[in-house]
C-alpha cells in the first residue's frame, strides 16, 4: 500500500488532475457564444483589462457588492489556502529557514514558519466551518446544495485537520525526509514515502482532492477566469465596419448550427 500512495499515486493524480483540467477548459472553449457578454463599463485597453480581471479574481468585488458576510468568508477561505500552498512549497523547500534569506535567525525563521503556517491553517479551518454551516442554516444555499458540494468541504476538512496535527507541539515531522520524498517524485525518481501514519494520510487526501477537483465545482478556478475574460472584451462597435472579419465565435455557432 505504501509503495502504491508514494510511487504510483502521485503520477496517477498528474495524468488525471492535468489530463481533467485540460478537457474541461478545452470543452468550454469550443462552446459557442452567440453574442459579446461585456459587461459595461467595459476596460479600454488591455492593461485595464488585465487590473479589473485581477481585482475580480484577487478580491471578488463582484461577490463583495452582493453580499458582503460572505465575501470576508469565502476570501479568507481562498486566501489561507493559497498562502497555505506557497508556505509547504516555500517551507519544504528551505526547511523552514525561508526567513534566513532576509537576515532573521534560523531559529527566529523555523517559529515563524511554524506559527504563520499554523496560523493560516486555523484561519482556513475556520472558513470552511463557517461555509459549511452556511450550506445547511441558510435556506437559500441549503436548497442549492448538493451532497457533492458536502464532499468536496469533506476532503479539503480532512487535508487541514491532518496538515495541522502535524503541527501540534510534540509531533515531529521529519521534514528533510518529507523533502527528499517530493524531490524525488518531481524528477521522476522516487523514493519510499516516510514512514509517518500521519504524513501519509495527509499525502493520500491531497492526491484524492486534485484526482475529483477537476471533476467538482472547484474547477471554478479555471472557470472564472474564462468568464471573465469574456465580460472584460473590448465593447463591440456597430455597425461593423465593412470588410471586418466576423468574431471566430460567430463562426464556430454557424459551424455548430449546420451540424445540427
Known amino acids: 500500500m505504501k509503495f502504491f500512495i ?9 495524468v488525471i488532475f492535468l489530463g481533467g483540467m485540460t478537457w474541461r477548459v478545452v470543452s468550454w472553449l469550443k462552446k459557442p ?9 467595459a476596460p479600454k485597453t488591455t492593461a485595464d483589462r488585465v487590473v479589473m480581471i485581477s481585482k475580480e479574481l484577487g478580491l471578488f468585488t463582484s461577490l ?3 453580499d458582503k458576510g460572505l465575501w470576508f468568508w469565502a476570501w479568507v477561505m481562498h486566501f489561507s489556502l493559497a498562502m497555505v500552498i506557497v508556505g509547504h512549497v ?4 528551505f526547511l523552514t529557514k525561508q526567513f534566513t534569506l532576509i537576515g532573521i535567525s534560523s531559529e527566529t525563521s523555523t517559529y ?13 479551518l475556520i472558513a470552511l466551518i463557517v461555509l459549511s454551516y452556511r450550506r445547511t442554516a441558510v435556506p437559500e444555499v441549503r436548497r442549492l446544495s448538493d451532497p457533492a ?12 485537520l491532518t496538515g495541522l496535527h502535524m503541527r501540534f507541539p510534540g509531533v515531529e515531522i521529519d521534514l528533510p525526509a518529507v523533502r527528499a520524498f ?3 517524485v518531481v524528477y521522476f525518481k522516487p523514493l519510499p514515502i516516510p514512514d509517518d501514519s500521519m504524513f501519509i494520510v495527509h499525502f493520500t487526501f491531497v492526491n484524492l482532492l486534485l484526482i475529483y477537483f477537476p471533476f467538482s465545482k472547484l474547477v471554478h478556478l479555471a472557470g472564472s477566469v474564462l468568464c471573465q475574460m469574456l465580460v472584460t472584451e473590448a465593447a463591440p462597435k456597430y455597425p461593423t465596419p465593412a470588410g471586418v472579419k466576423r468574431d471566430v465565435r460567430w463562426t464556430l455557432l454557424r459551424t455548430e448550427g449546420n451540424k445540427k
Open 149 to 160: 458540494d458536502f464532499f468536496v468541504l469533506l476532503l479539503i476538512g480532512i487535508v487541514v
Open 64 to 66: 463583495y457588492k452582493q
Open 90 to 93: 516555500v517551507g519544504i523547500y
Open 33 to 41: 457564444v452567440p453574442f459579446q457578454l461585456t459587461v459595461f463599463p
Open 182 to 184: 517530493i524531490g524525488s
Open 112 to 124: 515563524l514558519s511554524i506559527t504563520m503556517g499554523t496560523v493560516l491553517g486555523a484561519m482556513l
Open 6 to 14: 508514494g510511487q504510483v499515486l502521485p503520477y496517477l493524480t498528474a
